[in-house]
T-cell receptor, first 113, second 117 residues
Framework: DQQVKQNSPSLSVQEGRISILNCDYT??????FLWYKKYPAEGPTFLIS?????DKNEDGRFTVFLNKSAKHLSLHIVPSQPGDSAVYFC????????????FGAGTRLAVHP | DTGVSQDPRHKITKRGQNVTFRCDPI?????LYWYRQTLGQGPEFLTY????????KSRLLSDRFSAERPKGSFSTLEIQRTEQGDSAMYLC???????????????FGEGSRLTVL
């Protein structure tokens, strides 16, 4: 039972353009959503999060959009840089759920010059 | 370095052997988590501690797996009688109990990669 799904295993984008990574979830009880970035041989690192009471959160080049009715969120990276090349994981948690995160399978982003 | 540290980074063992991984969380963090990640998948929750109490164990955590956090600081994850299907990256993470708003952020270590031959 995959509660968090990232249906695109990979994405290739040209440097300077926008990267859009998508994530779908099935459990309407989730109330926090997070994006993590992972480089090879390193642990995942937190990128940005959004509460279910919001529909947008922005941090520099990174913006997360949440569409609760569609149970869909997306991460926009503008402009994309070669250093953004990594695996991006979408994750979700429940309020009062002691930060237990449920992850998607990840999307590998390649930003090429 | 005040991040989450895990040891060893890589362990190769033969099927049937026991292995133990250690995690040292960020010192002021009272929540500690173990996750497992296999190739092409996201991290899967295994178990969670608040201080020394183990509050939840996933169904993924068979009887061969045991985790402890005896003094509410470092934690160990032991796998007995390893099987080839146990080959994975074992990730440890920690966090604080924060008052609202809580971003839900976990701080991950670099992981311990297990290869069972």
């Amino acid at each position: 039972d995959q509660q968090v799904k990232q249906n695109s295993p990979s994405l290739s984008v040209q440097e300077g353009r926008i990267s859009i990574l998508n994530c779908d979830y099935t459990n309407s009880m989730f109330d926090y959503f997070l994006w993590y970035k992972k480089y090879p041989a390193e642990g995942p690192t937190f990128l940005i999060s959004i509460s279910s009471i919001k529909d947008k959160n922005e941090d520099g080049r990174f913006t997360v959009f949440l569409n609760k009715s569609a149970k869909h969120l997306s991460l926009h990276i503008v402009p994309s840089q070669p250093g953004d090349s990594a695996v991006y994981f979408c994750a979700a948690s429940f309020s009062g759920g002691y930060n237990k995160l449920i992850f998607g399978a990840g999307t590998r982003l390649a930003v090429h010059p | 370095d005040t991040g989450v540290s895990q040891d060893p980074r890589h362990k190769i063992t033969k099927r049937g052997q026991n292995v133990t991984f250690r995690c040292d969380p960020i010192s002021e963090h009272n929540r500690l988590y173990w996750y497992r990640q296999t190739l092409g998948q996201g991290p899967e929750f295994l178990t969670y501690f608040q201080n020394e109490a183990q509050l939840e164990k996933s169904r993924l955590l068979s009887d061969r797996f045991s985790a402890e956090r005896p003094k509410g600081s470092f934690s160990t994850l032991e796998i007995q009688r390893t099987e080839q299907g146990d080959s994975a990256m074992y990730l440890c993470a920690s966090s604080l109990v924060l008052p609202s708003p809580n971003t839900g952020e976990l701080f991950f270590g670099e992981g311990s990669r297990l290869t069972v031959l």
